[in-house]
């Protein structure tokens, strides 16, 4: 009971700030509303028992990737004033209508749909522990059975990485 | 031990025809070794002849050999396999050993040709199409080696393509063969339809309603008369003589065209199902064997004479077949391969002495090519069926049959009787005729003819021996047991019973046959024993119309052309010109424009906008799931 | 209750995901439509880990990790993209994005 009071409260946060992150005209505002959905997901993660992916979950997201997001606001010298505010009438109502249908969908219709395993079933697994917060059994799993995509996502990094330093660069215009 | 050197022996062929065809093909050096590669095709075919041989020798049971999986379409799944039985491992013997001594004939007989490692590439394809088609233990399989003898048969008649008359026999006899072929398709399709399985053994247990065994076999039997030769669609065989003469012999005399009597033999249960699809098959098989035989005696070329003799000799088997004793028509099929080839490969021997097919350029030749001349009159006899040579066993036991179902109370089979009668006094006539004015009297030729080298008599001499000796594994019952029938092919060919004839009238029965020959060959001898040629314009002359109609072959070739090619061209134009206009430049047209505007209208929803694209986005694949999960 | 918390975690990464997608929607400036994609893709990312939670497999943690690590390569090239726009530009409007339209 507890672990779902807690769940709530970090999901509640995490939800405001990605509402926030949508709403909000000033964009380092935004960016830093949805640092703080990183972190209260991060808390999720703590929650479901996933230590080591939380820990990632904050170093990369929150520590990497958004503050590069940051870092590009400032580059391109983003204000405000450059934001359109959001639309009005139609297009909000539409939108809205929408993602509120997705939610619906996703949150709802999937649940009764997926054939989840029976419960007792499930309780009767030799541990309620949950394996694979720490890194032991993760590496262990990384190194092993999953040793080929590991290595193909060095790859993926790899390209990533002069990708990017070939999108940026100034010059001979691509 | 032997049958693991099964695939051997289907095999090697196919590897010796690749090797040849190949190696000729690319190494201008290799073409030009055409003693090798003769001795090589040969001695090919000669082990496969020795490997089913010594199968032959320690044969015990049938025997299945499933080589793998060829199609697996649930509920159909194809096994490629052989079925070595009595009857299949009877034509193998005959394809392989009859094959062989062809093949080395050829050696002889193509020693001066440039294209020779085509010529035994091809012969080496057919030995195994051949193989694969009698081996087969699947319709399928048997269709794949019934379409391989079939193209290899087209590649051999065109062999000399240069001359435009060649190509466009082979050609006829490529069309012709697929009009069959057709109805084999469909035959075997229906067979499926109704049982479910393409396997031969399965399909032997299954019990066939008339009407449904009726239609199938008769559509069995269409496939049969394109291969066999048979009315309405033999008209191809007497102009496949374009071909080399050893091809005539191999593939349009001894083993291609026995290809439908074989089929019907292996089907028996089906034909056995149907009576009035047997009574088609006898009544076609007489008419063609009459009709034929009449032509026979009016042509003048050597190799066209003895062409509508095979297509007589085909439906002699036809008609033994019909009359429900299919192992009498694989014993015909066995004797007059031996008969036929040696008439034929001594046609080639008298075509490669002299340059000529013309048998009115011919004569004495038993002189001058004493191997020969004596073979074939030996062959001759067989043909004619003068005892104790292989033919008169052959189609006594044929006559006897038909005779015997019509005492059996179809009354239609004593018709057919005397028409096979007819046919074999029109035999022994004609082929009487043939050897006087080729062997007999006085040279009337140009050039000097010689006897042919020892690689082209050695054949000739074992197929003369094969011609007088082969009959004995079938001797009538009133002489002894049949073998071939008691001991042999009755164990995967089970002939319709017939009612046993009583010793007096099997005795007449022989008596008639032998008459019948000996007053064909007689009536001969009498017309052509002098001055041959003169005797036979004389006959000519006194003939008149009748004469000029057979000897232009009734001009079943002419009507073909005015019933079905004019028709066709006059629909292709149709189509040239309707067709092409309307649906050829139009349709296509309406459907580009159709696309275009389509395409013009879905542009419109490339706004160029990114939420809206996140907007369809979303909304297509809202749609989506909605449809997965609930509908 | 482990059947509670995957249910409460799947709600929860139903409403980030639908929340993502209202930005995606609404943000009419590349760089705050990316930050909706980030947000979309981590709701895809709570959903493997909830049910690697629910039936204790490693899968579905790998998957996670997998997705961080392409999460950011796509933002390195994402960004990338929005710099050189912008220096094409001057502006991270969409209006004048429309080389590929009809």
Partial sequence: MVTLVALGVFGAIALLGGALAVILRDPVYAVLSLVKTMIGLAAVYFILGAEYIGAIQVIVYAGAILVTFLFVVMLVNL???????????????????????????????????????????????????????????????????????????????????????????KRNEI | MVTQLLPLAIGLPALSAAIIGIGGLWFAGLRSQRNFLGAVATAIVAISFG????????????????????????????????????????????????????????????????????????????????????????????????????????????????????????????????????GLLAGMIWLFAETGTFDISLLRGYIFPADIATGIALLLFLAATGKSAQIPLYTWLPDAMAGPTPVSALIHAATMVTAGVYLVARMDFLFTAAPEALLV??????????????????????????????????????????AGAYITAIFHVFTHAFFKALLFLGSGSVIHATGTQDIREMG????????????????????????????????????????????????????????????????????????????????????????????????????????????????????????????????????????????????????????????????????????????????????????????????????????????YYVVADFAKDVWGIWIGRWAPKLITVALESAARLLTRLQVGYLPAYVLYFATAGLLLLIWILWL | MKVELLYATLTLAAGLFSLGLLGLLLRRNILLAFLSIELMLN????????????????????????????????????????????????????????????
């Fill in chain 1, 79 to 169: 204000s405000p004033q450059d934001i359109p505010p959001l639309p009005r009438g139609l297009s909000l109502y539409g939108s809205v209508f929408l993602s509120v249908a997705w939610m619906f969908i996703l949150s709802l219709a999937l649940r009764s749909v997926l054939e989840l395993p029976d419960p007792a079933e499930v309780s009767s697994m030799p541990t309620n522990e949950y394996l694979f917060g720490t890194l032991p059994p993760i590496g262990k799993a990384l190194f092993t059975a999953y040793a080929f995509p590991f290595e193909l996502l060095s790859i993926t990094l790899i390209v990533g990485i002069v990708g990017a330093s070939l999108l940026v660069q």
């Fill in chain 2, 51 to 182: 490997i089913f041989l010594s199968t032959f020798l320690s044969y015990t049971a049938p025997l299945q050999v499933r080589a793998w999986d060829w199609l697996a379409i649930e509920p159909m799944r194809l096994s490629l396999g052989f079925q070595i039985d009595t009857l299949s491992l009877w034509m193998a013997l005959v394809v392989t050993g009859i094959g062989a001594l062809i093949h080395l004939y050829s050696i002889g007989y193509m020693a001066e040709e440039a294209g020779s490692w085509r010529y035994f590439a091809f012969l080496n394809l057919f030995i195994f199409s051949m193989l694969v088609l009698v081996l087969a233990d699947s319709l399928p399989l048997l269709f794949l080696g019934w379409e391989g003898v079939g193209a290899c048969s087209y590649f051999l008649i065109g062999y000399w393509f240069a001359e435009e008359k060649n190509a466009q026999a082979a050609q006829k006899a490529f069309i012709m063969n697929r009009i069959g072929d057709l």
């Fill in chain 2, 281 to 322: 098959v006898s009544g076609i098989g007489v008419a063609t064997s009459l009709i034929a035989g009449l032509i026979a005696t009016r042509q003048y070329d050597i190799k066209r004479i003895l062409a509508y003799s095979t297509v007589s000799q085909l439906g002699f088997m036809f008609a033994a077949a019909g």
């Fill in chain 2, 364 to 567: 004495g030749l038993r002189r001058s090519m004493p191997v020969t001349g004596w073979t074939f009159w030996i062959g001759t006899l067989a043909i004619a069926g003068i005892p104790p040579l292989a033919g008169f066993f052959s189609k006594d036991e044929i006559l006897a049959a038909v005779y015997a179902r019509g005492s059996a109370g179809e009354s239609l089979y004593f018709m057919f009787w005397g028409g096979l009668l007819l046919v074999a006094f029109l035999t022994a006539f004609y082929m009487g005729r043939l050897t006087w004015l080729t062997f007999e009297g006085e040279y009337r030729g140009q050039s000097k003819p010689h006897e042919s080298p020892a690689v082209m008599t050695l054949p000739l001499a074992v197929l003369a021996v094969g011609s007088v000796v082969s009959g004995l594994v079938s001797v009538p019952p009133l002489l002894g047991s049949s073998w071939l029938r008691e001991r042999w092919l009755i164990q995967s060919t089970k002939p319709i019973p017939l009612p046993p004839l009583t010793h007096d009238t099997e005795i007449i029965l022989i008596i008639a046959s032998v008459l019948i020959a000996i007053a064909g060959i007689g009536t001969a001898w009498l017309l052509f024993r002098q001055s041959a040629l003169s005797a036979d314009e004389q006959v000519s002359t006194k003939l008149g119309p009748l004469h000029s109609l057979l000897n232009e072959q009734l001009g079943i070739d002419q009507l073909y052309e005015k019933l079905f090619v004019q028709p």
């Fill in chain 3, 43 to 102: 709701a895809a990312n709570l959903n493997f880990l909830a049910f690697s939670r629910y039936h204790n497999e490693p899968t579905g943690a790998i998957f996670v990790l997998f997705g961080i690590c392409l999460a950011a390569v796509e933002a390195v090239i994402g960004l990338g993209l929005v710099v050189r726009v912008f220096r094409m530009h001057q502006d991270l409007g969409y209006t004048n994005l429309t080389a590929l339209r009809w």
